[in-house]
T-cell receptor, first 114, second 113 residues
């Protein structure tokens, strides 16, 4: 158990809908990362938050957004869903947001868009 | 963005064999991490490397941070059935994680009975 909790574990929704994925980082970790994993793309970095502030953006679509709350949990919002958004979404957390730091992953949310 | 080339893409080995996989990059990383992912689970951190030339072991696993800071390898000795899974390398650049971790595409390890 990495200490990172993601909910829900599975999500099935229709195209055009909006969903929210939730992540609780390990106790004491200030940084949260979101990743998308699909079969053909591997693990793709989406966005990072550090202590409530956006720190870095990767290949995140404009239809996707995220935030980190004062209690440090984070939510990833996916809207106007398309079939191609079906993937595993992982959250990871680390103590700080800089280099020389280890990131620990949650078990992921499997999103299926039908 | 940065690219990590991880090889081999897959390995079919017999139980008890040693395994070696590696990652190379066109750019320098300050940290190399190796993860293992089981089906339906999140990646689990195996080994973290922070210094060029560093050699670190974790049980039957040994990983090294290349001197050029552009590569890393992972060795698994005397493989056992529970070693089956996908192994990912990940690099963190000197930008302090500004792009998050950059992951390789993974090495699928399959152990044949």
């Amino acid at each position: 158990d990495s200490g990172v909790t993601q909910t829900p574990k599975h999500l099935i929704t229709a195209t055009g809908q909006r969903v929210t994925l939730r992540c609780s980082p390990r106790s004491g970790d200030l940084s949260v990362y979101w990743y998308q994993q699909s079969l053909d793309q591997g693990l793709q970095f989406l966005i990072q938050y550090y202590n409530g502030e956006e720190r870095a953006k990767g290949n995140i679509l404009e239809r996707f957004s995220a935030q980190q709350f004062p209690d440090l949990h984070s939510e990833l919002n996916l809207s106007s869903l398309e079939l191609g958004d079906s993937a595993l979404y992982f959250c990871a957390s680390s103590v700080d947001g800089g280099g020389y730091t280890e990131a620990f992953f949650g078990q992921g949310t499997r999103l299926t868009v039908v | 963005g940065q690219q990590l080339n991880q090889s081999p893409q897959s390995m079919f080995i017999q139980e008890g064999e040693d395994v070696s996989m590696n990652c190379t990059s066109s750019s320098i990383f300050n940290t190399w991490l190796w993860y293992k992912q089981d089906p339906g689970e999140g990646p689990v951190l195996l080994i973290a490397l922070y210094k060029a030339g560093e050699l670190t072991s974790n049980g039957r696993l040994t990983a090294q941070f290349g001197i050029t800071r552009k590569d890393s390898f992972l060795n698994i000795s005397a493989s056992i059935p529970s070693d089956v899974g996908i192994y990912f390398c990940a690099g963190l650049d000197s930008g302090g994680g500004a792009d998050g971790l950059t992951f390789g595409k993974g090495t699928h390890l399959i152990i044949q009975p």
